[in-house]
């Protein structure tokens, strides 16, 4: 049992709340979760519950004013599950971290050996009814009924393999709870009661089986999760007072230093101080090529040094680094239903209680209408009991929904929700932002070009000037080259300003100085579509564009690079070209995106036309639309939902943010550091691979149709079963191996197929 995330509120009227996570292993399916929850609700003092099943937690909020810790366990237990302690005595603590219930030892519990037995003692009875008949002697009579030595085999299948079951079935009746262990139970004591030995002991023995699978199914899916807490790093070597000791991880302070030699995890989020690695980061990233790591680089928590030493800064504790945001991300996914999700919720309701209904009126009608033998018509209602019993149909979706977002989470894509997973496998068109999503983000001056009688340096100096203001990444590719060129003494700005999504302006040495795209010079009245020819070597004025200039211009934009302009309001002093370095598996991402069915890809930039031309061309694109100011970034994406239909947006997580939450689903790239970015998306690709875009389309398509497989076939299942009962084609022993044992299985096995998928598969020639 783990008590932790405790918080208490004390003051301003306000009644103190603790948070309680407890393990509970056997809540392993929706309907076990609704049992627990009736129960809870019950206790006077408990806030609120989030219930687990796909982990086995329960985290209760409770009023310590109303209600004891024993209290809220009891409760828990009063619906017929084990709370389990595996970690001694409890302490109260902080901390958001993910947990799951540990491994079970499912084919040696308690609950298996009296299945295994039960099926021993029934196969004896078996025997002796059908084979050695001559030895089926009487051993007993109960009110004048003799009981043979095959029912007593049989009654010995009953009360050890049927206990669990009935005991099961009693806690879903003080919790008005209609499940499978309240059908179960009552159907093998009704058979049991009226002399049906042979089905109540075969119900009984198949029943637990069953169970077992699915047990065996979940702790399956559970796996999956475990291999993701796993990768965090339980300890860490610290220097401290000059020696280096091996402490918890979780007791590691901010601003410590931590040692990492080769081939050892790293154990939280930092910055290198000394030394250089190469690290593989596919953890985190899901990028399986190591990244080199020197002196000022950020590292994150379970990536691995391959070779080297690194002396790390720690920039964050266990609990807030980006591994560990991961883990709870993908924690609370699972809490966000699917639209299928709820669906099969709402069936459920109405399917269980009109299936029961069915049950009683085939074992009472044909009898007492038509006087048909009760015995068959009995042991048909008994069928309908077990077929009444949704579990394969209502564990099909959630853990379809932990295979594939745990799947994605180990190959660098974070969905923050089944309802994602589910919308993204919808989607008709993608729009990419260009900027750092299918360029690298990396900008770099590839021109400088004079105007008039200014010169290069003027040119430099004047624009870095007034970029010194500005935290724009043009402003950050100007001011290297300037470094590089080795311009000196710029002009101090004064009176700065940034005209969003079209440039700066400042005072340098007295005069109001221009830097940014053509679009501005045009609303300061020059006008660079006409080719005015200068008359002498003067200022370049607005009267006075070369037609030459004005050739370099397009010839720049139409080489995809973004143009910068620099002057006065009068003057033009040149120009300044930047290119952004192609991704490079921005074209083979789009055309994958094609072949695996998308039917519309967008780019959308705030670049002028001539860039965004370039780079729609050379990508592959289906359209592109160009000067874009963020908000008229959420206009198109309005403008594709209305023509196209469900969107998905990629782009940085922060510029883009405005656009990420009108589409359909959010993407944002490169998100592992990027607080923002982690928060504000759907869907985060951790690494700045545009490549996992085509997988993680595919594997939001795939789990889609994996879930509508299990659905269907879970409910044609029980169809194809229902209408045989009736016609005397479907036994219980039947109904129990197909209906529910093999549907279980086989919806379980389905749904881990996602989790072999692998993005370098969308890839292949």
């Not at 579990?391 to 929700?417: D, M, R």
């Not at 919308?423 to 690298?440: Q, S």
């Not at 192609?582 to 860039?611: C, F, K, Q, S, Y």
């Not at 550091?673 to 490549?691: C, V």
């Amino acid at each position: 049992m783990t008590d932790d995330a405790t918080t208490e509120q004390v003051g301003n009227g306000q009644s103190r709340e603790l948070s309680l996570r407890l393990t509970v292993p056997e809540m392993d399916c929706p309907s076990c979760a609704q049992k627990v929850d009736k129960s809870l609700q019950r206790v006077e003092g408990i806030i609120e519950t989030t219930l687990q099943p796909t982990t086995g937690m329960a985290t209760v909020t409770y009023n310590p004013d109303y209600v004891a810790k024993a209290d809220v366990v009891a409760a828990i237990e009063n619906a017929g599950y084990e709370v389990v302690d595996d970690e001694g005595d409890s302490t109260e603590a902080t901390g958001g971290e993910m947990a799951i219930a540990p491994p079970s030892e499912i084919w040696t519990s308690s609950r298996a050996i009296k299945t295994w037995i039960g099926a021993v003692f029934v196969t004896f009875g078996l025997l002796f009814e059908f084979v050695l008949t001559g030895q089926n002697l009487a051993i007993a009579s109960v009110l004048n009924f003799p009981l043979t030595l095959a029912d007593g085999a049989f009654l010995v299948a009953i009360a050890i393999s049927g206990y669990p079951v009935i005991r099961g079935g009693y806690y879903s009746a003080r919790n008005r709870s209609l499940d499978i262990d309240l059908l179960m139970g009552t159907a093998i004591l009704a058979a049991t009661g009226i002399g049906y030995f042979v089905e109540a002991a075969t119900l009984a023995v198949l029943f637990s089986i069953a169970e077992l699978l699915e047990d065996y199914s979940m702790d399956r899916a559970r796996n999956s999760l475990r291999e993701l807490m796993e990768l965090s790093p339980d300890e860490a070597t610290v220097r401290r007072d000059g020696e280096e000791v091996t402490v918890p991880a979780d007791d590691v302070e901010v601003g410590e230093t931590v040692i990492v030699r080769p081939g050892e995890k790293v154990p939280l989020d930092g910055e290198v101080i000394d030394g250089e690695s190469a690290v593989d980061e596919s953890p985190i990233t899901g990028e399986s090529v190591p990244v080199d790591k020197t002196m000022g680089d950020e590292v994150y928590a379970g990536s691995i040094a391959e070779e080297g030493y690194l002396e790390i800064d720690v920039v964050s504790a266990a609990g807030d680094s980006t591994l560990s945001r991961i883990i709870e991300m993908v924690q609370g996914a699972q809490e966000k239903k699917t639209e299928k999700e709820q669906f099969v919720d709402r069936f459920a309701g109405y399917y269980t209680p009109a299936v029961v209904a069915l049950a009683i009126l085939t074992a009472a009608v044909p009898p007492l209408a038509f006087g048909w033998p009760w015995q068959t018509w009995f042991i048909r209602g008994l069928t309908f009991l077990v077929i009444a019993c949704p579990c394969a149909f209502v564990i099909s979706t959630p853990v379809s929904v932990v295979s594939g977002i745990t799947s994605a989470a180990k190959n660098g894509v974070l969905i923050k929700g089944g309802n994602h997973l589910e919308a993204m496998g919808e989607v008709d068109t993608i729009a990419l932002d260009k900027t750092g999503t299918l360029t690298k983000g990396e900008l770099t001056v590839t021109d400088v070009v004079s105007l008039g009688n200014y010169n290069e340096t003027d040119v430099i100096r004047y624009a870095a000037g007034l970029e010194q203001r500005s935290e724009h990444p043009i402003a950050e590719a100007i001011l290297t080259h300037t470094d590089k060129a080795n311009v000196t003494a710029l002009p101090e700005p004064a009176a700065f300003e940034s005209l969003t999504g079209k440039g700066i302006r400042a005072e340098l040495e007295g005069d109001t100085y221009y830097a940014g795209k053509p679009a501005l010079f045009e609303e300061l009245g020059f006008d660079l579509s006409d080719t005015h020819r200068a008359t002498d070597g003067g200022a370049m004025t607005k009267d006075s564009i070369t037609e030459e200039s004005r050739d370099v211009l397009v010839d720049l934009e139409q080489e995809g690079k973004t143009v910068v302009l620099v002057g006065t309001e009068s003057d033009l002093v040149g120009i300044v070209a930047i290119a952004d370095e192609m991704r490079p598996g921005a074209e083979r991402a789009v055309e994958r995106l094609h072949e695996l069915g998308v039917i519309h890809v967008v780019m959308l930039t705030g670049d002028n036309e001539g860039t965004a031309r370039a780079i729609a061309e050379q990508v592959g694109v289906d359209e592109y639309r160009a000067e874009l100011l963020p908000e008229e970034k959420v206009d198109a994406v309005e403008q594709l939902q209305a023509e196209y239909g469900d969107v998905a947006m990629v782009g940085d997580g922060i510029n883009d943010a405005p656009a990420l939450a009108t589409a359909e689903v959010g993407i944002a790239m490169g998100a592992a550091g990027t607080d923002t970015a982690l928060e504000t998306a759907d869907i985060a690709l951790m690494g700045d691979d545009i490549e996992k875009l085509p997988y993680l389309y595919a594997l939001s398509h795939k789990a889609n149709g994996v879930i509508r497989q299990n659905i269907w076939v879970s409910l044609g299942m029980k169809a194809v079963l229902a209408i045989g009962v009736p016609l005397g084609y479907v036994s219980v022993a039947l109904a129990v191996v197909v209906g529910d044992m093999g549907m279980s299985l086989g919806v379980t096995s389905n749904a881990m197929r996602l989790s072999r998928l692998k993005p370098d598969q969308f890839f292949e020639s």
